[in-house]
Structure formats: C-alpha cells, structure tokens
C-alpha cells in the first residue's frame, strides 16, 4: 500500500506499490475469463467506471477539501456529449471521449472560478445548484438532447476496425482506473498533493508557502471533472442507451457516499468504497426505495464515528494490531553547519516608509520607518499589542496597509497577493505553528518548496525522471533541513503529533525550502525550555550565515541581544527606538515601555 | 413578455428569501449552513398539508408543523451538528452530516407522504384566484405573501435587538468572548436550530399554496434559498429579502423570456456573476482579521 | 459582595501539552493580587481555567468554599467571576450600549438593579456615556479596555479577572485603568491582575505570585517582590542581571 504520507520507509512502498499493481493487472485480465456472466462482466465494468469517477471526486473533495455535489452532473456531460458526437454526429469514440473530458473539464472550471473565492461550503452549494441546473438542461435542449427520450444506440468503440467486446471494454476501462489511479498517486505524491491538503487543513500556511489558493483549487477541480468525463464517455458506451433519468441528484450523492466510506482524502478509499456498494448489490435492489435513507444513515454514522471511512478504520485497526513503529533508522540530529550549496544567499534589504495600519478605531500602526539590512538578523520587539505581528503581517501581505509603502530590496509589495511575495523569497514561521497535521514532517517541510519545484504538471502525473529526481532531492533536502533544526529523529512522524516547540522548528525548517531571502520568525521562541531556546540561537545564527536576512518578534530579550546586531522597539504601533541590542535595552523610554513606567535603576538594566 | 413575472417572480423571490432567512438563523449561532434546511421547508408543507386535511385550521395546522419540525431541527442540531462540531470546529464535516440528515428526512417524508403534490389551500382571507391589476395578473395571495415575507423579516430583525438577540450576534462574532460574558453558545445553538427549523416549517406552508407540497419541494428551495442567503450576504435577512426579490424576478423574467426550462438555469448565472464580482455578496459584512 | 478564591494544586493543559502544573494561588477577598511571568508562563492560561474555558484535569478552584473547577463558563460568570480577557475581546460590530447590555445577559438584577449597574460604569468610565451608540469597533484602544472592563462589571462581579489591561494603552490612559483598579477593590471587588507592566501592577497589588513554565515560581507581598530578582528574572530572562 502506497500511502505516501503515512510513515513507511521508502524502499518497500515501491516494491509493495509494483506488486500491488501488478496483482490489480492480474485480476483484470482474468476478470472477463472468469466472470462467467455478461451480467457480471457488466457489472464488473460499471465498478471499474464508477471507481473513476470515485477517484476523480476523492481528488477534489477529500484531497482538496472542496465537497463537489454535481459530479453525477459532470457524468452526465461526459456521457451526453459521446453519446450524441458518436450517435447524431458520426464521430468515433477517441475523439468524442476527449471532447467528454474537455468539455466537463470547461464547465467545471467556468462554475469553479466565482465560487472558489468564497469557503467550501458555498462550493459544495454552488455545485448542487450546478447540478440542478444541467439536469434541468437535459431535458429543456431537446433539439440537442432528445429530452426524456435519451440517446439510444450508442455505438462500443472501435480499435483499427475491431469493434471491442464487453470484456475487451472492461479491460479498457480498468487499465484506464489503473492509470488514473497511478497518475493520482503520483500528483498526491508530489508538490500537488502537500498543496491540496494545505487548501484543506490550512489555506495560511498554503499562502505563505507560495501556493495560489484559486489556481491550485481550480487544478484540482478542472482534473477532477476531465476525469469524471472521461468516465462518462464510458458510461454512456457501456450502457448503450443514456436518458436523464439515468443523472438524477441521487447520483452526485451516491458518489459522495462512496468516497466517505471508502475514506474521504485516501488513496485507496475510493476502490474500497465502490467495491463496498458492490459487495452488497441484493440488499440495495431490495430496499431501492430505501436508497437515500440509507445513505444518509451511513453518511451519518461515518461522519460521527469513522471519518477516514473504511481506509481510515481498516488503517488503524491494522496498526493497531500490528504497531509498527517507525522502521526508518532514526537520522541521528546533525551537527549545525550551513548546508552545502544553500550558502552564499543574498539576504533581502527591507525598506518600510509611513507604514500605517488601522483596525476599526485602533491604529495598530502608526507611520512605521524602519530600515532591514540585508543580510542582518534584526529582531522587533516591545510590550504585547504593540504592532509587532501586524508588521509581520503586512510583510508577507497577509494584511493591506492603510498607507505607506514596503520595498522588498527595490521592489515596492504593496498590494501584491501573499503568494506572489512568497516566491519573491520570504519565508514565515507563525505565531501558532500552522502545519498541515495529517502530513509527516517531512512532507510539511516539502510544502515550503512548493513555488520552487520545476517538474511540471505531466512529469509529476506520470513521475517521469525529472519529477522523481527532484521529488528525491526535495526529500532529501527536507530531511536535511529537519536535521538542521534538531528534528532529525521525527521526520517521518505526522506533523500534529510533534510537541509544540519542535512544530515551531518544523515551521523553520518549511521556510528555509523555500530558498529564502528573508525569514520572518513570529515568536520562535515561545514556550521552548532554556536549553531549546540556546538551541534555536545557534539554529538562527547559522541561518543568518546562509546569507538569509531574519526578522525576528520576540519577548525574549536574552535571545535578541544574543544573536541581532539590530533591535527595533515597537510600542503602541510606533517605532520608539532602534539600535544595537546594548544600546537600545539601556534606553529608559525602553525600560518603561516594558516593565511599567518607573525606569529601572542602572543596576537593574539588563547589559 | 407580460408584466404578470413581476407580481409572480415578487412572491417566489419572497419565499426563497424567507428561506435563506431560516439558513441564517441557524448560521448566525453555529456558522453551520444547514443542508437539511429545504428539508425542513418541505416537512413543514407536508405536515401543515395534513392537518388542515385533517381539519385542522390554518393557523393551528402552521403551530403545530411549526412546533414539530422545530423538534426535528433541535435534533438535526444533537445528532448531525453538535458532535461533529465539538470534534473539530474548523472542518466541513457538517456539510456532510447536514446532507446526511436532509437526505434521512427526505426519504422518510417520501414513504409517509407519497410522491403526489399536495394541494394546499391559502389561509383565509387570501385566495389563489388571479385578477388583474395594473396590466398585472396577480392573485390576494400573491400579494398577501409579498407584504407577510417583508413583515416577517422586519419581525426577524426586531428579535435581533433584544438581548437574546444580541447574544445571538455576540456568539457569531466571538464565541469566547461570548463564553466569558456568561453566554452559553450550546444552548443559543439548540434554540436556533429548534426555532430556524420552526420558521422553515412556516415558509413551507406558506409556499405550499402557490408550489404544492411535494418532496420536489425540499431540493429545490434548498438552492433557491442558498443563492438568495449568498447574492445577499450571509448572515443579511435585508439583504436575503432584497436577493430573494431579484432572483424571484430574473427567474420569472429568464422563464418568460427563454423558456420555462430556463429558470433554474437564470438565477444560476446570475449567482456566479454576482459572486464574480462580490464574493461576500451585494449585502455581506467586510472579513475581519483572521491571522 | 466579596469572596475569596482559591486555585488549589490545578494542572491545566492543551491536548497532550501540559501547560499549568501543580497551580495554587490563594486570592484573599477585597484584594488585589498580580500574576506576573513572562509570555508563555501559563498566566492566560490559568485565568482560562478559573473561567471554566479550560477544565483542569487535577486539583480544585475554590469560590468561598464552593468548588467551581470543571463548572461551565456561565455558570462561573453566575457565581461572580467575570474574567475580562486579553486583547480587548469586544463585540465589534454591535454598540457600546448594547456591549454593556451583553454584560448583563443572564444576570436577575431587574430594572433597578440594571440601571444601577449603568450608572456605576458611566460614572466609573463617563467616555462610555457620551459614545453609547458608537460602535465598539471604532473606539480608541483605551475606549475599547475600559468597555471591556464595564461589560464585566456590569455583572456586579465578587471576583473580577483582568488580563493585560494595559496592552497598547498610552501611559496616561494605564493610570486611568489601574486607577479605576484601585477604586473597585475600594468598593470591595477581589481582584487578579495579570500584567506585563510589572513595576505598575505591583504599586496597586497586595500580594502577587510570579508564573514560570508554568509553575509558581515564587509569591509574596507586592511589595517585597518588587525589590527582587525574582520578577525581573522572569521576565528578562536569566544572565542580564
């Protein structure tokens, strides 16, 4: 089984991976041989047809988080636009089966574009409407359609002049569900997949990592309708005949159904789930009036007691039997030196003018000069509320300023979308660690590279050497980025079950992926231990020594006057000094800002 | 075109605003849209269909779906909503769980009802019989909806001021906050599920003189609302009246002039024209700071 | 009204993180006591658990010999311990006078009663009166501390909990806010402050306890504590000194 973010170690994953898909040829070539019926070959084939649709949906939905109610509608116009192009217009199947994927992939990227930008929920509406709508559509363009009456006679497709056969059409299908399948690993696999569940688990942490929300989204949905399109096409060849009735909304439903109890975001979920509804067809013939109520009892009981599904349960029953623990040797935590070929960077020089942020009636900046070196370690600090974060914020264009301008060494990022000034070269790690749970750390680590992977959408589907290279190297550099910050030991270990302070680190470790030429560190230091926070000086000072410019906000004043060479105070949304940690902590204006008005006697000044 | 979609696109525009106000009760509390909420419309037609069948008075047969699918609601909210909630508060499980209901009650409601409409009288003094006025054809029920819906919404917006009212918005706003001023967010969820889906059993009876009470019923207001809560603005009774009203008229205007077929397919487009250019909608509150 | 509360051995934390460890703090009736620490020390943390937003898995809290540990939140803010929070925690949109009537929701003081809550916080905070029907968004960042602080005590509270008062406030405004501080343990209020501007807290606090990793990391007359290492270490940091 090749779920790539569960820890494994890597070797077997492909060697079980091969021979699981070669088990999967194996029983579809013998599957027409010995399935003795056409009924069961038919059946066979709508498993295989369904599935597809299955993974198309589990793609977008469980993967990206984005529930889709109008896949039945997408299967719908895959399967009318074959079987009218093959019918009423005399095309052959090939050509008719890629306009099924182009035009279900056109529809779902025109509805996606409006409902993308507002959350998931309106999506999963906006997709029931669109359903409604392409339903209402079948019948209402009869001239095109034939209405209530369907497209009869649907042509099978032919290769070369040899009309295939129902077995031949299964084995067709089913090397299709194997490829398809194989091209979703390998997406979920590479930079998609750490991007789709960013847009899922945490769109904050996606942003700052470079990742376009609305583009990535609509990736995922334009593949995930071409799929159920194509699926379509099929649908529509194997059953000969295709009417209305055969898309009502149940159909959306059921396919939503099948990903949930299967297990919603596996990969194996969508196999398990339509093989789930086929293991029981009597009792669903039986209780056909019953049909909604019972998936609205099993998607109900799913969402209350098995939210992964049946791949979820069946997992963790699994390891729980079994307990393995991690089989990768522990990578013993790497001594702090710059990391060959990352050093030599050019830190980014930060020029802030007039800075001036407001919410509601509370200036939460208020005219901010301020000037980064580049190349420095520069620390922000001063009293709680005093602006430090909100600058960060405005940085890394999270948030809008009212007035003033930010210059990124000379380019001016006012107004530029957070994932634009990401690729420019600006990490952050975040106040409350926002890593994506579910993921290893490594695989957390790896999102930070998301805007710098080269391979491009086809090498990564087909893992071509290009996208397989550069999946090891990123690994292996995410490895060693976790070793650089002390997590050497945890890399295949998930995200959310890392302690708090060594989330922080894997923070650190995703933002030096992503190459950068200045690092925002919020609070770094935050709840570590003495020991730790020694640590984490050192860890920035080495980082400073790749050349990467460091902001850093934080309380810690031992930290700052350790590593900055320059502190800026910040009180009540103003600069109210700057300079070198000795000077600026000998200020009294300082002294007072922090501990309350009396300044501290000389003796009492931290030197 | 006659000037007939105005009165008739008004009194279907001003059913799905009453619609999308019920979606907006139950999300102020949770910020849970409810999926089951067509549902509970189309229950509440049923069921006030069958008491006035069973002799019931109007307004006797609108308490009694009222006060029973306001039960059916309080328990969407114990066995679909709160538990999925408490696991964790950021994922969508909800969308599911709330389809899940919707789509138990839906089945159930086909079984006991049957699949043919039900016709439903308007309460007295209203009648269905049209009339003309103005170049219009309209009906005293039609007319008599339009004028009810804006009231009802006026009444909505009333309950809003009142303390418990202001809860309501101060848990949408900041839950804790809320918790610390001595507001239990539970409790406000439960009523609002119990009195949403109370009001959604009223929009349904409402509806049912001029649309039947079917279980076509329940789908297809579950659109219309959601695209009346969403062109307004989540959250926005106003605004839902104001969105209600446009989509009823270019609904009625896309099926008058196209054709029939074309209604569902009117309102579509125009939601995603105006969530293209608004995604918060004509009427919707500003995002607040979420970092 | 008055009351004693003691925070008796608690252990509070987050998931699997232990944040609080083996707490106790004793607020002795118609004081003010300061909870000082650096960020991270577990400060917010405890007020959270006295609020009922966090349940402790060990030990009590105990409200004039009444054990309110685990109780929900409105049924602590029902016993008298309003907590105001950090950071301003208002409702934006709505008004000042609908702020403050949020702070009486849930209370059986009946019309008298309410009107005389009203009349204290006007005469306690007289900008509240004059921008009644402003929004809470749109005030100043004094404005908006003390609405949060009159929406507390607009619930008459026996025990009031504030949390960094002070935070972004101008000075002249943290003397008016520790200055109405002061005037509510007059009138007899229990008071915890938490506050960073440690030398302010400890002028106006009887007695104060220092939070380090979570742990008491020492306590005793404010005025002592404010002549010692003890703070300024918790604070700066060790090796400065």
Same mark, same amino acid.
Not at chain 1, 44 to 73: E, F, K
Not at chain 1, 298 to 320: C, D, I, Y
Not at chain 2, 128 to 147: A, D, E, K
Not at chain 3, 90 to 99: K, M, P, W
């Given at each position: ?241 295709? %009417? ?144 430090? %974060? ?218 | ?291 | ?62 409200? =004039? ?140 606090? =009887? ?35």
């Amino acid at each position: 089984m090749s779920e790539p973010f569960v820890a494994a170690p890597r070797q077997s994953v492909r060697a079980s991976g091969w021979l699981t898909v070669a088990a999967a040829v194996g029983l579809v070539l013998v599957f027409p041989i010995v399935a003795h019926s056409d009924y069961r070959l038919y059946l066979g084939t709508q498993v295989a047809i369904y599935l597809l649709v299955a993974m198309g949906l589990n793609l977008l939905s469980g993967y990206a988080g984005q529930p889709s109610l109008c896949h039945g509608a997408l299967l719908a116009v895959g399967g009318y636009v074959t079987a009218l192009a093959t019918t009423d217009h005399g095309w052959s199947f090939w050509p008719a089966a890629l306009a099924s994927m182009g035009l279900t992939a056109a529809a779902g990227a025109l509805i996606a574009l409006p409902a993308f930008r507002v959350s998931a929920w309106y999506f999963a509406l906006i997709t029931l409407a669109f359903a409604d709508v392409v339903g209402g559509m079948l019948v209402e363009w009869g001239g095109l359609t034939h209405s209530f009456d369907g497209v009869v006679g649907i042509p099978m497709p032919s290769l070369l002049g040899h009309t295939l056969s129902a077995g031949e059409l299964f084995w067709l299908v089913s090397a299709v569900d194997i490829a398809c399948f194989l091209m979703i690993a390998n997406l979920i696999r590479g930079r998609f997949g750490r991007g789709f569940v960013a847009l899922r688990d945490n769109e904050h942490a996606a942003r700052a990592s470079g990742i376009s929300l609305i583009g990535l989204k609509m990736f995922a949905f334009v593949v995930s309708a071409a799929i159920t399109g194509l699926a379509g096409a099929f649908y529509a060849v194997q059953k000969t005949v295709i %009417t209305p009735d055969d898309f009502t909304p149940d159909v959306s439903i059921f396919f939503l159904v099948v990903v949930v109890l299967g297990g919603s975001g596996r990969l194996w979920g969508p196999l398990i789930g339509t093989l789930a509804f086929f293991v029981v067809p009597e009792l669903l013939t039986s209780l056909q009036s019953w049909r909604l109520l019972i998936y609205g009892i099993v998607l109900l009981a799913l969402m209350l007691f098995a939210p992964h599904g049946l791949e979820g349960t069946l997992r963790s029953g699994w390891r729980k039997l079994i307990r393995p623990r991690d089989a990768l040797p522990a990578t013993a935590p790497q001594a702090i030196a710059a990391p060959v070929g990352e050093a030599g960077r050019n830190g980014m020089a930060v020029t802030i003018t007039g800075l001036v942020k407001r919410f509601g009636g509370v200036t939460a900046l208020d005219n901010i000069d301020l000037q980064i070196e580049a190349g420095s370690v520069h620390a922000i600090v001063g009293p709680n509320g005093s602006g430090k %974060t909100t600058m960060l914020n405005m940085i890394c264009g999270f948030f809008k300023p009212d007035e003033g301008s930010i210059r990124l060494d000379a380019t001016d990022v006012v107004g530029r979308a957070t994932a634009r000034i990401a690729r420019l070269g600006v990490g952050r790690t975040f106040q409350t660690p926002k890593l994506l749970p579910e993921l290893t750390a490594t695989a957390n680590a790896m999102l930070g590279a998301y805007a710098a992977e080269r391979a491009s959408t086809v090498e990564v589907a087909i893992w071509a050497p290009r996208a397989a290279r550069e999946h090891a190297s990123l690994s292996a550099r995410a490895r060693y980025f976790l070793g650089f910050v002390g997590l050497g030991d945890r890399v295949n270990e998930p995200a959310g079950e890392l302690p708090h302070g060594q989330q922080r680190l894997a923070e650190i470790a995703r933002a030096l992926m992503g190459q950068p030429r200045l690092l925002l560190l919020d609070e770094p230091a935050a709840g570590l231990s003495l020991s730790e926070i020694d640590r984490l000086g050192a860890l920035i000072r080495s980082i400073a020594g790749l050349g990467v410019t460091v902001v850093i906000v934080e309380h810690h004043l031992d930290l700052v006057a350790d590593i900055c060479r320059r502190v800026s105070v910040l009180d009540r949304g103003r600069v109210l000094a700057e300079g070198t940690p000795d000077d600026v902590f000998r200020d009294p204006a300082v002294v007072s800002a922090y501990m309350g008005v009396r300044p501290l006697t000389d003796a009492q000044v931290p030197a | 075109m006659d000037l007939d979609i105005i009165p008739s696109g008004l009194a279907a525009g001003s059913l799905y605003a009453l619609v999308a106000v019920g979606f907006n009760i139950l999300y102020r509390p949770t910020n849970v849209f409810n999926f089951a909420q067509g549902d509970l419309v189309m229950l509440g037609a049923m069921t006030g269909a069958s008491g006035m069948a069973a002799g019931l008075p109007w307004f006797a047969a609108l308490l009694g779906a009222a006060a029973l699918v306001g039960l059916i609601g309080l328990a969407e909210n114990v066995v679909a909503v709160a538990p999925v909630v408490r696991r964790s508060s950021v994922s969508h499980a909800w969308i599911i769980s709330t389809l899940a209901y919707s789509l138990i009650i839906d089945n159930l409601v086909g079984h006991v009802w049957g699949p043919d409409p039900i016709r439903v009288d308007p309460p007295w003094p209203f009648s269905v019989t049209s009339f003309m006025v103005g170049g219009m054809r309209t009906s005293s029920y039609q007319l008599g909806l339009i004028v009810l819906t804006g009231v009802m919404i006026l009444a909505i917006e009333q309950f809003y001021r009142t303390r418990a009212g202001k809860a309501v918005r101060a848990v949408a706003e900041d839950r804790d906050a809320a918790l610390l001023r001595g507001i239990d967010p539970d409790a406000l969820s439960r009523w609002s599920f119990f009195l949403g889906a109370g009001f959604a059993a009223m929009t349904g009876l409402l509806a049912a003189p001029t649309m039947y009470a079917s279980t076509q019923l329940g789908p297809s207001l579950l659109v219309k609302g959601f695209e009346a809560a969403a062109v307004g603005g989540i959250g926005n009774n106003r605004g839902a009246l104001i969105a209600g009203w446009i989509l009823g008229l270019a609904e009625a205007f896309g099926g008058s002039v196209l054709s029939p077929g074309y209604q569902a397919a009117s309102t579509f487009v125009l939601l995603l024209v105006i969530l293209l250019i608004q995604p918060r909608g004509l009427f919707g509150a500003p995002e607040m700071r979420s970092v | 009204m008055t009351a004693r509360l003691q925070v008796e051995a608690i252990d509070v934390g987050y998931g699997h993180v232990g944040v609080l460890q083996q707490v106790s703090v004793d607020i002795p009736a118609g004081s003010i006591v300061a909870l000082v620490g650096s960020n991270g020390a577990g400060k917010s943390t405890l007020l959270r658990a006295i609020s009922g937003l966090l349940k402790p898995s060990r030990g009590r809290i105990v409200l =004039d010999g009444a054990d309110i540990a685990g109780l929900r939140p409105d049924r602590i803010v029902d016993a008298g311990v309003l907590h105001v929070a950090e950071g301003r925690r208002l409702f934006r949109q709505q008004s000042v006078a609908d702020n403050l009537e949020l702070g009486l929701y849930g209370s059986r003081l009946g019309r008298a009663g309410e009107d005389e809550r009203y009349r204290l916080v006007f005469d306690l905070f007289p900008i509240l009166g004059e921008r009644r029907q402003s929004r809470a968004g749109v005030l100043s960042g004094g404005q908006q501390q003390m609405l949060a602080i009159a929406q507390a005590l607009m619930r008459d509270p026996r025990v009031l909990m504030l949390d960094e008062p002070s935070l972004g406030l101008a000075p002249v405004i943290v003397d008016q806010v520790l200055d109405v501080i002061v005037r509510l343990r007059a009138a007899g209020t229990t008071i915890v402050l938490v506050e960073q501007m440690v030398e302010r807290a400890l002028e106006i606090a =009887d007695y104060a306890y220092v939070l380090q990793n979570g742990r008491i990391a020492g306590h005793g007359p404010a005025a002592t504590l404010a002549a010692s290492d003890l703070v300024k270490n918790a604070y700066i940091g060790t090796g400065h000194s």
